[in-house]
C-alpha cells in the first residue's frame, strides 16, 4: 500500500513539474509582452519634425524686405502721378529703379489668383497667330515669351534687345502697322490718353485695342472712373466697343477695335483714371 500511495505521489509531482514548465508566470508573461511592444516602430521625436519647418526670418531679412517694399511703394507712386516723358528721365537717371520696381511688381502679382496677360495670351491663341501685337507696358515681355506672334514689346527701360525702350505717346512704329495694341496694366502715366492715342495711330484699320486695368480704378464709389465715361472716351478717340469683362475679382478687362477709316475726334473729356497705390504694410 505505501508503495502504491509513493508511486501515486511520484506521479502528481511529474504533472506539476509539466504544467509549471508549459505556462510561463505572469511576470515573464508581462516581459514578453514589453519586448514585443519595443520591436514596434515609434514616430519620430517632436524635434525632428520642426526640423523639417521653414527657417523663421532674421531681423536683418525683415529689415530688408520692409526696405524693398518700400521701394517699390514709392516708385509705383510716382509712375501713376507723372506724365509718361517724366517717368522716362526718372529711369534714364537711374536703371536700377526700373529693375526695383519689377521686382516688387511680380512679387504683388503672385498674390493674384489670375492673372490678366493669361487671359490676353489665350485670347490672342484663339486667333491667328498671324496678327502682329504692340504690347505697351510689356515689363518683362512675358507676352511675346508666350504667344507665337510677332509682338512688339514696349516699355520706358529695356532690359531685353526686344524690348523697344520709349515714352509710349511717342513710339517708333509705322502708322496702320499692328493689329492688336495691349495694354495690360499700363495705364499709369498722367498723360495715359496720349498712349491710346499713339495706339489708335499705330493700329491697322478695324485693328483691336485690348485694355486690362486694376478694378479699383474703375470703381466710382470710391475714387475711381466709371467704367462707361472711359467707354466712350475711348469711342470718341475713333474705337467701337466689343465687349466689357467685369467677371475678375482683381481687375476688368475692355475690347474694342479702331473704327475704319475714322479720324480722332479732338477735345474729348476723359475721365480721371485713380492712381493704384499700395498701402504700407
Given at each position: 500500500?505505501?508503495?502504491?500511495?509513493?508511486?501515486?505521489?511520484?506521479?502528481?509531482?511529474?504533472?506539476?513539474?509539466?504544467?509549471?514548465?508549459?505556462?510561463?508566470?505572469?511576470?515573464?508573461?508581462?516581459?514578453?509582452?514589453?519586448?514585443?511592444?519595443?520591436?514596434?516602430?515609434?514616430?519620430?521625436?517632436?524635434?525632428?519634425?520642426?526640423?523639417s519647418l521653414p527657417?523663421?526670418?532674421?531681423?536683418?531679412?525683415?529689415?530688408?524686405?520692409?526696405?524693398?517694399?518700400?521701394?517699390?511703394?514709392?516708385?509705383?507712386?510716382?509712375?501713376?502721378?507723372?506724365?509718361?516723358?517724366?517717368?522716362?528721365?526718372?529711369?534714364?537717371?537711374?536703371?536700377?529703379?526700373?529693375?526695383?520696381?519689377?521686382?516688387?511688381?511680380?512679387?504683388?502679382?503672385?498674390?493674384?489668383?489670375?492673372?490678366?496677360?493669361?487671359?490676353?495670351?489665350?485670347?490672342?491663341?484663339?486667333?491667328?497667330?498671324?496678327?502682329?501685337?504692340?504690347?505697351?507696358?510689356?515689363?518683362?515681355?512675358?507676352?511675346?515669351?508666350?504667344?507665337?506672334?510677332?509682338?512688339?514689346?514696349?516699355?520706358?527701360?529695356?532690359?531685353?534687345?526686344?524690348?523697344?525702350?520709349?515714352?509710349?505717346?511717342?513710339?517708333?512704329?509705322?502708322?496702320?502697322?499692328?493689329d492688336v495694341a495691349?495694354?495690360?496694366?499700363?495705364?499709369?502715366?498722367?498723360?495715359?490718353?496720349?498712349?491710346?492715342?499713339?495706339?489708335?495711330?499705330?493700329?491697322?484699320?478695324?485693328?483691336?485695342?485690348?485694355?486690362?486695368?486694376?478694378?479699383?480704378?474703375f470703381d466710382p464709389?470710391?475714387?475711381?472712373?466709371?467704367?462707361?465715361?472711359?467707354?466712350?472716351?475711348?469711342?470718341?478717340?475713333?474705337?467701337?466697343?466689343?465687349?466689357?469683362?467685369?467677371?475678375?475679382?482683381?481687375?476688368?478687362?475692355?475690347?474694342?477695335?479702331?473704327?475704319?477709316?475714322?479720324?480722332?475726334?479732338?477735345?474729348?473729356?476723359?475721365?480721371?483714371?485713380?492712381?493704384?497705390?499700395?498701402?504700407?504694410?
Amino acid at each position: 500500500m505505501n508503495q502504491e500511495a509513493g508511486g501515486r505521489n511520484r506521479k502528481r509531482k511529474r504533472r506539476n513539474n509539466h504544467r509549471k514548465t508549459e505556462t510561463p508566470s505572469k511576470k515573464q508573461a508581462a516581459t514578453a509582452t514589453a519586448a514585443a511592444s519595443s520591436s514596434v516602430k515609434q514616430p519620430p521625436p517632436t524635434c525632428t519634425v520642426a526640423k523639417s519647418l521653414p527657417k523663421p526670418l532674421s531681423f536683418l531679412e525683415k529689415m530688408k524686405a520692409k526696405l524693398a517694399g518700400g521701394h517699390f511703394r514709392m516708385i509705383n507712386e510716382k509712375l501713376y502721378t507723372c506724365s509718361g516723358d517724366e517717368a522716362l528721365n526718372y529711369f534714364k537717371e537711374d536703371p536700377s529703379l526700373f529693375n526695383m520696381y519689377h521686382t516688387g511688381y511680380q512679387e504683388q502679382m503672385s498674390r493674384w489668383p489670375e492673372q490678366p496677360v493669361n487671359i490676353i495670351m489665350k485670347w490672342l491663341k484663339d486667333h491667328t497667330s498671324s496678327l502682329v501685337v504692340a504690347d505697351f507696358g510689356c515689363g518683362d515681355a512675358r507676352l511675346a515669351k508666350g504667344v507665337k506672334n510677332k509682338v512688339f514689346s514696349i516699355d520706358l527701360v529695356s532690359k531685353d534687345p526686344s524690348v523697344i525702350a520709349c515714352d509710349m505717346s511717342n513710339t517708333p512704329l509705322e502708322t496702320s502697322s499692328v493689329d492688336v495694341a495691349v495694354f495690360c496694366l499700363s495705364l499709369m502715366g498722367t498723360n495715359f490718353p496720349n498712349y491710346l492715342q499713339e495706339a489708335h495711330r499705330v493700329l491697322k484699320s478695324s485693328g483691336w485695342l485690348l485694355i486690362a486695368e486694376v478694378k479699383s480704378r474703375f470703381d466710382p464709389n470710391n475714387g475711381g472712373a466709371d467704367p462707361d465715361t472711359f467707354c466712350e472716351a475711348v469711342c470718341e478717340l475713333g474705337f467701337t466697343s466689343v465687349s466689357k469683362d467685369f467677371s475678375n475679382k482683381m481687375f476688368i478687362l475692355l475690347y474694342f477695335k479702331k473704327k475704319p477709316k475714322k479720324k480722332a475726334s479732338k477735345g474729348i473729356n476723359w475721365p480721371e483714371l485713380k492712381p493704384c497705390l499700395y498701402k504700407r504694410r
